[in-house]
């Protein structure tokens, strides 16, 4: 009888029971080899699809098994065949007996940098090349692709469009001044107006130009045709802070609902989070488990009382009240008006409420043009959710849909309504009350993974100072 074809199996399916007997072909990237005196390598293999890796029993009978198994060095790609079998091991069900095994690339153990040994995530950044290699960056990825693929899911099943918004854009959506400008003008060459200014009519787009804070003025354009939408893309911030929770590139989610009020906006974004916390619970158990242990043990419980609770929902006029009775020496004192701080936020999810909390109606005057104003004339419909850890990962809000109010505001704040016209075209024909939000996308799989640097949860973090890779 001939031997059965090999079967392409990921390191994933073949540590599973049901892969017991098959005779198989693995490709991969070798994490450790071990070798025993009975005579055999153990080689402990890992192709991305899972946490665990599978182990290669290597018998000394193979041919290549002087020359080629016992050279082989961590982080060398190889090809294997072999029958996967129960383990007699501890810690996993399956192993996999070699009856081949191929170098396929070498990696030089002097240079190498992902060595046994653990290594700092500072150090790991550096190595951005490297580090989905490694068992942390892995499960980061692994996490991070689910997340992605829930929200979609999420938007889908609940009828919303998928809406491209520009990434080059004239407009500063946030009215923060951090835009990155986007020109083709020569830096060392300039072209000048008669009054002094930069002449942008030799520009490419004929106009000053940035690359895109927020999908949303653009997002609101298709809300109100089509009544549903989301956005999901990168955005971009000139912002100087060097955080554990900032990057100059992210990415962010942006659905936008007509007829959609605060209260609409804020039961989204909470049956949002618990979606795409419950599908992780459920589809990233070993990655999960691997956080929980190495990264912060408080993690799992965190998210289960995120899928379990209610968000607790305040506003911010309580929320100072409560800030101010606390007792509590902050380093930036607070008082209404003031910003949160990333300290008050966590002060408030983490010691009053030990849960999401959702604040809203904020004073005017911190917040962005769009955001409809209240009777009171003083605070917004905005609203932001806080997380434990985290502080701030989604903010949001009703947004102005009366005409002479919008452009009340916009001058307020010193913009020209002729500027935002086709955005103050939409409250002149057939207005609709409406809401959206946005979820940075890194804060949440900050969130979820405890992982206590945003850089560590995007393949290539850009922040100032660093654009490498
Ligand atoms: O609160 P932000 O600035 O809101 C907006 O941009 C609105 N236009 C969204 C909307 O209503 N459609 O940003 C939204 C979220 C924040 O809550 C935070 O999670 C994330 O984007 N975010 C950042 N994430 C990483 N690095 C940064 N520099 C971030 N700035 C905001
Ligand atoms: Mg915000």
């Given at each position: 009888m001939s031997e059965p074809i090999p079967q392409l199996i990921s390191v994933s399916n073949a540590r599973q029971p049901n892969a017991i007997g098959h005779h198989v072909e693995l490709r991969g990237w070798l994490r450790t080899r071990r070798d025993s005196k009975a005579g055999l390598s153990f080689l402990e293999m890992n192709d991305g699809t899972s946490l665990g890796n599978i182990q290669v029993i290597a018998p000394n009978e193979l041919p290549n098994y002087e020359s080629v198994v016992q050279r082989l060095t961590a982080g060398c790609s190889l090809r294997v065949y072999g029958t996967v079998q129960e383990s007699r091991?501890?810690?996993?069900?399956t192993e996999v007996v070699a009856t081949q095994v191929e170098l396929i690339g070498p990696a030089d153990p002097e240079t190498y940098p992902l060595q046994k040994k653990r290594h700092s995530f500072e150090k790991l950044r550096e190595w951005a090349h490297l580090r989905p290699r490694s068992n942390t960056f892995g499960a980061v990825a692994r996490v991070r692709n689910r997340i992605c693929r829930s929200i979609h899911d999420f938007f889908q099943e609940l009828g919303f469009l998928y809406v491209h918004t520009p990434i080059i854009t004239s407009s500063d959506c946030e009215g923060a001044g951090e835009l990155f400008r986007v020109t083709t003008l020569d830096p060392a060459n300039i072209p000048l107006r008669s009054d002094g200014q930069v002449d942008y009519s030799q520009d490419f787009f004929d106009r000053p130009t940035f690359l895109t804070v927020s999908g949303q003025l653009e997002g609101e354009i298709f809300a109100t045709a089509l009544g549903k939408i989301y956005t999901f893309g990168p955005t971009f911030r000139a912002e100087n802070s060097n955080t554990s929770r900032h990057l100059a590139e992210f990415w962010m989610i942006e659905p936008e609902m007509a007829f959609y009020e605060l209260k609409d906006n804020m039961d989204l974004a909470e049956a949002f989070l618990k979606r795409i916390v419950q599908d992780v619970l459920d589809d990233c158990k070993e990655d999960m488990h691997f956080f929980n242990d190495r990264i912060d043990q408080t993690v799992l419980a965190t998210l289960h009382n995120v899928a379990e609770s209610t968000f607790h929902r305040i506003s911010y006029t309580d929320a100072i009240k409560i800030l101010e009775q606390s007792n509590q020496k902050f380093e930036y004192p607070i008082s209404w008006g003031c910003d949160l701080q990333a300290e008050h936020e966590r002060y408030l999810t983490e010691k009053e409420f030990n849960a999401p909390v959702v604040l809203f109606d904020y004073p005017k005057l911190i917040k962005p043009f769009y955001m409809r104003v209240n009777a009171?004339?003083?605070?917004?419909?905005a609203m932001d959710v806080l997380v434990p850890r985290v502080g701030e990962i989604i903010g949001g809000s009703q947004r102005e849909d009366r005409l002479d109010v919008l452009e009340a505001r916009m001058q307020e704040q010193g913009l020209l309504p002729e500027n935002y016209w086709w955005y103050v075209d939409l409250r002149r024909y057939g207005s609709v009350p409406h809401s959206g939000f946005g979820l940075g996308l890194e804060r949440v799989v900050q969130f979820i993974t405890g992982m206590p640097n945003i850089r560590d949860v995007i393949p290539f973090p850009r922040t100032p100072g660093n654009a490498e890779f």
């Open positions: 091991g501890q810690g996993q069900a009171d004339n003083h605070t917004v419909r």
